[in-house]
């Protein structure tokens, strides 16, 4: 089975603001980047974008796929299982509820494990990944972060 390491992060200008993520692909000797920014967005949705977007570029299934993280919030929700219970509460009072749904949908196909990793602290993988989130969310020409715009006002008193 073919073993990815998939490193992420998600960036924003303001919180919300405009916001950007970077994600590195790495299966032996091939390395794929992404990244995107968006016009009003959160550093959390483009932490768990990140996480998606390289989820969703893998041509291969199952494959076996560590992600390389700093953020808690998406580490702590998916390996302490937090997500699954928000998903059988229907994500009551949740945010990133169309996120958390799509990163359930990619996740499925593949075997899955993330590893927290500390921002800012020399990893040059994390390092390179915040640089593109930043360089993203500082581009021209942004995308809308359409179901965030909708639902912002709801989302404002959410825990999560």
């Known amino acids: 089975m073919t073993e990815i390491k998939i490193y992420t992060d998600g960036a924003?200008?303001?919180?919300?603001?405009p916001g950007g993520y970077g994600t590195i692909?790495?299966?032996?000797?091939?390395r794929k980047e992404l990244f995107e920014g968006y016009a009003l967005t959160t550093n959390n949705r483009m932490e768990l974008l990140a996480v998606i977007a390289g989820l969703e570029a893998l041509k291969k299934e199952?494959?076996?796929?560590?992600?390389?993280?700093?953020s808690k919030y998406v580490v702590d929700a998916v390996e302490k299982k937090w997500v699954q219970s928000w998903y059988k509460n229907n994500f009551k009072k949740k945010k990133n509820k169309d996120l958390w749904i799509r990163y359930l949908k990619v996740a499925q196909k593949h075997y899955v494990k993330f590893v927290w990793v500390k921002g800012h602290a020399g990893?040059?993988?994390?390092?390179?990944?915040?640089?593109?989130?930043?360089?993203?969310?500082?581009?021209?020409?942004?995308?809308?972060?359409?179901?965030?715009?909708?639902?912002?006002?709801?989302?404002?008193?959410?825990?999560?």
Not at 62 to 70: A, G, L, R
Request: charged share 20%; with cysteine.
């Open 25 to 30: 692909l790495m299966s032996g000797k091939y």
């Open 62 to 70: 199952p494959c076996n796929v560590t992600v390389f993280s700093d």
């Open 12 to 17: 924003s200008r303001g919180n919300p603001g």
């Open 123 to 160: 990893n040059i993988y994390n390092e390179h990944c915040d640089h593109l989130a930043v360089k993203a969310a500082e581009s021209s020409g942004l995308k809308e972060d359409t179901w965030y715009i909708q639902n912002r006002a709801s989302e404002e008193n959410m825990i999560f």
